[in-house]
């Protein structure tokens, strides 16, 4: 079975810097998915950004970039220009070539200091 | 668009009723899932479904049951419920095996007494 870590339960950043919040994930599967997504405190699942494993380059949204290091298997998130509006939770999640759903890692909260 | 309604949003029952938790989408998606959140815990899969008629287990499928009459509704329910059973309550749906994501319901938050 896969297993999604997410190492940092709570991080906190200044209003305009940059932050990176760590994801790490087991699988055995050589085709596969993998997801950010954010969590406000109004509950609603909002997807960030998503990176096919098959493709090298990292995916980019906006302010959101990831750092997909295939071989370590790990999928950091890179935030940068931090705003208020980013303050939630943030869930990695992996999506393997089957038809089940996603596996998530257990979350980082990201305070936003003004 | 609705997207993923989920309904209702709060819910308390006592120990040992049976309810369902209702899920409909209007995108024609043909997979959707249940999961559960707990604190600490991320989100876990219950149950899912690749198209009408079709269901099966998640990581954690013990206490609930599912159905999947058409491709629109997916309900949850829950035959009996136990304290161990609150939480909160996310479904969600997906085209092409949720390869380009999962769009999620707004959640049902159960408290079992």
């Known amino acids: 079975a896969q297993t999604v870590t997410q190492s940092q339960p709570e991080m906190s950043v200044q209003e305009a810097e940059t932050v990176t919040l760590s994801c790490t994930y087991d699988t055995s599967e050589s085709d596969y998915y993998l997801f950010w997504y954010k969590q406000p405190p109004s509950r609603q699942m909002i997807l960030v950004i998503r990176?096919?494993?098959?493709?090298?380059q990292n995916a980019t949204e906006n302010r959101f970039s990831v750092n997909f290091q295939k071989a370590a298997k790990s999928f950091s998130l890179k935030i940068s220009d931090s705003q208020l509006g980013d303050a939630a939770m943030y869930f990695c999640a992996y999506k393997g070539g089957g038809a089940d759903g996603l596996t998530f890692g257990k979350g980082t909260h990201l305070i936003i200091q003004p | 668009n609705a997207g993923v309604t989920q309904t209702p949003k709060f819910q308390v029952l006592k120990t040992g009723q049976s309810m369902t938790l209702q899920c409909a989408q209007d995108?024609?998606?043909?997979?959707m899932s249940w999961y559960r959140q707990d604190p600490g815990m991320g989100l876990r899969l219950i149950h899912y479904s690749v198209g009408a008629g079709i269901t099966d287990q998640g990581e954690v499928p013990n206490g609930y049951n599912v159905s999947r009459s058409t491709t629109e509704d997916f309900p949850l329910r829950l035959l009996s419920a136990a304290p161990s059973q609150t939480s909160v309550y996310f479904c969600a749906s997906s085209y092409s095996r949720g390869l380009y994501g999962y769009t999620f319901g707004s959640g049902t938050r159960l408290t079992v007494v």
């Open positions: 995108m024609n998606h043909e997979y």
């Open positions: 990176q096919e494993a098959y493709k090298q």
